[in-house]
């Protein structure tokens, strides 16, 4: 009980964080001071709230579960990949939205290309896509919140009540702190989260007796070398992940936070920090899902490998529910908790749990974001603002937070948590898909909205396409994947264990591509925008 | 001159990530590095120290100057999207 003591004083923090950020910015009822704290975030807050924002539950637990099941390849597909192309997109993007939205007053990237590209109803397309992937994200994120509060009570606190009280948390602070609030609070999370990793790993070790010997052990037993490398992954499938990192700066909160700044250097600590954050996260985690391999004298551990073995040796033979099922034991998602559980002593084992939690909670930005969206991509642009006022929009935007988050935790209840994990497998790919629409607005003055049209909607038709694909054909089991289109003796299209590869690849890569290769070509024949729209976001080129 | 050299340093890190040199080992020299950390994975930690070191070239060395110019120079109430 006392770990679930200390998880509901930091709930009871953040909350204290989120309402004071609303009596600091109280007698404003200005748009830009609410959805973006005015602009005037400085370079620590800036620094650790864009990090933060882009960090989920998937960071600590998911990470950890992931290299619990594939070993070591984990950090370098999702971490050290991230630390080299968001930063870098953060640094060629960020800047330049940051400089235009000073300028031009954007507050959302649909403002921006419907300015740029001299478009009303593709930019509300463009929202309408966002926002559909946006979604299950804000449902994962109070799913992960009552599901780490029932198993850090011990099961004193059921599911749905901690998703309650979650979401309750999240949408207070942001309710009331708008973006003032979620910087802060993601901030102060931010930091806990980075202490976690490295506590966890000292802790954890310690409790292992160092982990020098259950490396060996790993090593020395053929059931388990494999993962301290990664014969396991194809190249190709390695390959894929680096494009995945473009999602993050395509991401609307991400994009929405990198208005915040008070100034462009505010960019400068963050662009050269991320990679560090990245790894003094997930190196951590990574490095003790894998070592979780070694703990035998815990049964729950013990139960996922012998679903792994099985999965392994008999999934070939099973029908595709029973191979599920087994997927399913076999999960690695809550092995930092049992870790923890084993040899974290109970008043730690609360801090770190408030660590998990703060992870968990990263749905404010979001809900923030969409709530951003509607109320200046939809009411502001559909002549709402200018009918009721500046203070009316923000009142919309926090009616708005009420509802999609009382949306959010009425499908977390009811919903399997597995279709929200593959949505967001979705989302990332159709979020990469969409980042040819930043580059070819912010470096590519040829670029028009019937491209940028092409884009969205392929972006759309390609997310449903793998989506329906992965649900008609179930996923085999560990080992070849199964081939559904082949040409010359070449794989085109097949489905693996972990879901779809195209030449090889995974899908996003020839999503990423057709996409890119769209805004060229329809761009090419269509007619650019006027002259004097061009020079806004190109004044040092020649654009007659 | 100094832009191509970034943007070579950049590719050249990209391609770098790809180590299909320390694929099915975790041994370097023969030995797990430190004694428990496989090499595959120590690899990675260091490509993202490089990678911060990059960035904080691309930011000494590339950072948009014109860019924070255009801003200072217009006022920011003219021409407002709002």
């Known amino acids: ?544 | 001159m100094k832009r191509i050299l970034l943007v070579i340093v950049v590719v050249a890190l990209y391609i770098l990530h790809q180590d299909f040199w320390f694929w099915y080992t975790p041994y370097f020299r023969g030995a797990i590095p430190f004694g428990f950390i496989p090499i595959g994975l120590f690899y990675q930690a260091c490509f993202s120290l490089a990678c911060a070191l990059v960035m904080w070239l691309l930011v000494k060395y590339a950072w948009p100057t014109q860019l924070e110019r255009e801003v200072e120079e217009r006022d920011p109430e003219e021409d407002s999207a709002h």
């Not at chain 1, 600091?24 to 200005?30: H, V």
């Not at chain 1, 084992?349 to 509607?374: E, K, N, P, R, W």
């Not at chain 1, 930043?438 to 040829?446: E, Q, R, T, V, Y």
């Open chain 1, 1 to 544: 009980m006392i770990p679930a003591i200390v998880v509901f004083i930091y709930l009871a923090t953040v909350l204290y964080i989120g309402i004071f950020a609303f009596r600091k910015g109280k007698g404003t009822e200005k748009a830009e001071d609410y959805f973006l704290a005015s602009r005037s975030l400085g370079p620590f807050v800036f620094l650790f709230s864009l990090f933060g924002t882009n960090m989920t539950a998937f960071a600590i637990l998911g990470s950890s579960g992931h290299a619990f099941n594939n070993g070591i390849v984990t950090f370098g597909l999702m971490a050290s990949s991230s630390g080299l192309v968001i930063p870098l997109t953060i640094f060629l993007i960020g800047t330049r939205v940051w400089a235009l939205g000073k300028k031009y007053g954007f507050m959302t990237p649909v403002q921006m290309f419907r300015d740029r590209w001299e478009c009303g109803h593709i930019g509300t397309l463009i929202f309408i896509v966002q926002a559909v992937l946006l979604v299950p994200y804000i449902i994962i994120g109070i799913m992960g919140g009552g599901t780490t509060l029932h198993a850090i009570s011990g099961g004193l606190v059921p599911y749905w009540f901690g998703g309650a009280i979650v979401a309750m948390v999240v949408m207070s602070y942001v309710f009331f702190g708008g973006m003032r609030g979620t910087a802060w609070v993601n901030t102060f999370q931010t930091i806990l989260f980075l202490c976690f990793g490295a506590v966890a790993l000292v802790v954890i070790g310690v409790g292992m007796g160092g982990f020098r010997s259950a490396a060996q052990a790993l090593q020395s037993s053929p059931a388990s070398a494999w993962l301290l490398t990664r014969e396991r992954i194809s190249p190709r499938y390695f390959f894929s992940y680096t494009f995945i990192p473009l999602s993050a700066i395509a991401f609307p909160h991400i994009l929405i936070f990198c208005l915040t700044a008070r100034k462009m250097a505010q960019f400068k600590k963050t662009v050269i920090f991320y990679p560090l954050c990245i790894m003094a996260i997930w190196l951590p985690c990574v490095f003790l899902g894998v070592m979780a391999n070694r703990v035998a004298d815990v049964p729950e551990i013990r139960a996922k490998q012998e679903a792994r073995r099985v999965l392994a040796t008999q999934g070939r033979t099973m029908a595709p529910e029973a191979r599920d099922d087994l997927r399913e034991k076999a999960a690695g998602d809550d092995v930092i908790l049992l870790l923890l559980k084993r040899y974290a002593p109970f008043w730690l084992a609360g801090l770190l749990g408030a660590g998990i939690m703060a992870a968990v909670m990263a749905s404010d930005s979001q809900i923030l974001a969409l709530s951003t969206m509607f109320t200046e991509d939809v009411f502001a642009f559909y002549g709402g603002k200018r009918r009721f006022g500046e203070a009316v929009q923000v009142q919309t935007g926090r009616i708005f937070i009420v509802i999609i988050t009382l949306f959010a935790y009425a499908v977390a209840l009811r919903a399997p948590e597995t279709i929200f994990e593959l949505a967001i497998q979705y989302a990332f790919s159709g979020f990469a898909a969409l980042s040819p629409l930043l580059i070819a607005a912010l470096f590519w003055k040829g670029s028009t909205k019937w491209g940028a049209l092409a884009v969205t909607v392929w972006t759309a038709l390609a997310v449903i396409a793998v989506a329906i694909f992965q649900h008609s054909f179930p996923a085999p089991a560990p080992g070849p994947p199964t081939i559904f289109w082949s040409l010359g003796g070449t794989e085109v299209v097949s489905r693996t264990p972990g879901g779809t590869a195209v030449f090889g690849f995974m899908p996003v890569v020839p999503m990423v591509l057709v996409s890119a290769l769209l805004m060229i070509v329809i761009s090419k024949i269509t007619p650019k925008p006027k002259g004097t729209t061009l020079a806004k976001y190109f004044p040092t080129a020649d654009v007659t």
